[in-house]
């Protein structure tokens, strides 16, 4: 059972930056497609990106190019999200999520597997 668990949120001032990470395990994510995104209070979750664990395929939300960055270690079978230039807006609950997609570029296909969240608050 793939099992998806975040770390590395917290509370940043505006401007700053947090990298959060997810370990993944129970896989063989060649093929894999890995994604991050947010919920905040009262709205719907939201994507905002996604690489494929096999390849240089990476995809963003428009509200985040530019200013974060997806990646992954292959050896320790983890997934990042480097944030900068953070704003209050992109406060939120911040979920990891992981889709057996055979390679297929699908970045914002389904996607059958998720961490619990990790909180990013950001203060202006």
């Known amino acids: 059972q793939v099992q998806l668990v975040e770390s590395g949120g917290g509370l940043v001032q505006a401007g700053g930056s947090l990298r959060l990470s997810c370990a993944a395990s129970?896989?063989?994510?060649?093929?894999?497609?890995m994604g991050w995104f947010r919920q905040a209070p009262g709205k719907e979750r939201q994507f905002v990106a996604a690489?494929?664990?096999?390849?240089?395929?990476?995809y963003y939300e428009d509200s985040v190019k530019g200013r974060f960055t997806i990646s992954r270690d292959n050896a320790k079978n983890t997934v990042y999200l480097q944030m900068n230039s953070l704003k209050p807006e992109d406060t939120a609950v911040y979920y990891c999520?992981?889709?057996?997609?055979?390679?297929?570029?699908?970045?914002?296909?389904?996607?059958?597997?998720w961490g619990q969240g990790t909180q990013v608050t950001v203060s202006s």
């Open positions: 129970g896989g063989t994510f060649r093929g894999y497609r």
């Open positions: 999520a992981a889709a057996n997609s055979g390679g297929f570029w699908v970045p914002k296909g389904r996607y059958d597997y």
């Open positions: 690489l494929l664990w096999s390849g240089d395929s990476t």
